[in-house]
Nanobody, 120 residues
Framework: QVQVVESGGGLVQPGGSLRLSCAAS????????VGWYRQAPGKQRELVAL???????SYADSVKGRFTISRGNAKSAVYLQMNSLKPEDTAVYYC??????????????WGQGTQVTVSS
């Protein structure tokens, strides 16, 4: 069973920065995509940023220019650098790793989440 674990959340003031880490029990390159999602109280979980096995990245409009997703040199972690944080970024952040097989079959692995709170 693949294990995915997030870390790095915490309390930060508006305008501050945090770096979240997503560690997997297998090489990140073995997954088709690894993404960061977030869920605020009373809201649906939304995609924040995603990186493919080819290194292609994509971002939600609300975080473009502020957040950066990257893969670690050891290929076993994915990071989310969050700058210029706003109160509306407050949420539980989850890492999701997906492996796609042929004929539409896929495995999806979620971490337990890490809380990010942006408040003065």
């Amino acid at each position: 069973q693949v294990q995915v674990v997030e870390s790095g959340g915490g309390l930060v003031q508006p305008g501050g920065s945090l770096r979240l880490s997503c560690a997997a029990s297998e090489s990140i390159l073995g997954f088709t995509t690894v993404g960061w999602y977030r869920q605020a109280p009373g809201k649906q979980r939304e995609l924040v940023a995603l990186v493919t096995s080819e290194g292609v990245t994509s971002y939600a409009d609300s975080v473009k220019g502020r957040f950066t997703i990257s893969r670690g040199n050891a290929k076993s972690a994915v990071y989310l650098q969050m700058n210029s944080l706003k109160p509306e970024d407050t949420a539980v952040y989850y890492c999701n790793a997906i492996r796609v097989y042929g004929l539409g079959s896929r495995d999806s692995y979620w971490g337990q989440g890490t809380q990010v709170t942006v408040s003065s």
